[in-house]
């Protein structure tokens, strides 16, 4: 089922995503991502981007020392394999993601967490792996008319509160260090406060 769904999206994304208005969408998306990116000091760290699919983010960390991407589904993991084969890619589920405690400098989970009911594993996950002082860059969906109409796309899509982002990363020890806005975006940049 979800192979299937997201088999779809991939074609969407691969014959749509460049084509207007659908560009100028992502275009403001990906420039608030740089300006997060840039407070990171990514160069030559360990980074793991959650969701990978078709590699939207991959692009913009070509200094990384090593860079994984992980996704569940398989399709998507194809072809970013052949876009970008410099990156490390791993078929899994990011509640469960199989690196080490205290092993990454950088996370990324964009344009994920819209998909998933409770986010609190996740977050509590993502804190395992990252290094103290480690960064979290996570983008959700804001509440609004665009995001309502997204389940035309036949899935449900949960919808989030900058608030209630801020109280769960605090809850799982982060702290918030940026926060950007675009249509149908909300960009965030925690830091890991806890060992
Ligand atoms: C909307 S796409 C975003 C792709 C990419 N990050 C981007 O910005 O273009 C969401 C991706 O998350 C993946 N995904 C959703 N839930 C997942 C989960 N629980 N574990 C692993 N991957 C998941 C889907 O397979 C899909 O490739």
């Known amino acids: ?77 194809k072809s970013t394999r052949e876009n970008f084969p410099h990156c490390k890619l791993i078929l899994a589920d990011v509640m469960h993601i199989p690196l080490s405690s205290n092993s990454v400098d950088l996370i990324t989970a964009v344009g994920l967490t819209e998909y998933l009911k409770d986010i609190i594993p996740l977050a509590k996950e993502v804190c395992r792996v990252l290094k103290p002082g480690g960064f979290l860059i996570i983008t959700f969906s804001p509440k609004n008319i665009l995001t309502r109409l997204r389940v035309l796309l036949g899935r449900p899509v949960y919808s989030r509160k900058p608030e209630q982002m801020i109280s769960v990363a605090k809850f799982c020890g982060f702290e918030i260090v940026d926060e950007l806005q675009s249509l149908m975006q909300h960009q965030a940049l925690f830091a890991k406060t806890t060992d």
């Open 1 to 77: 089922m979800n192979e299937l769904y997201w088999k779809s999206k991939k074609t969407l994304y691969e014959r749509f995503r460049h084509r207007a208005p659908f560009q100028k969408i992502l275009e403001r998306e990906n420039e608030n991502l740089l300006r997060l990116l840039k407070q990171t000091h990514h160069c030559d760290k360990a980074v793991v981007d959650l969701g990978v699919g078709i590699g939207n983010v991959i692009q913009f960390l070509p200094d990384a020392k090593t860079l994984i991407g992980i996704d569940y589904t398989d399709s998507m993991i």
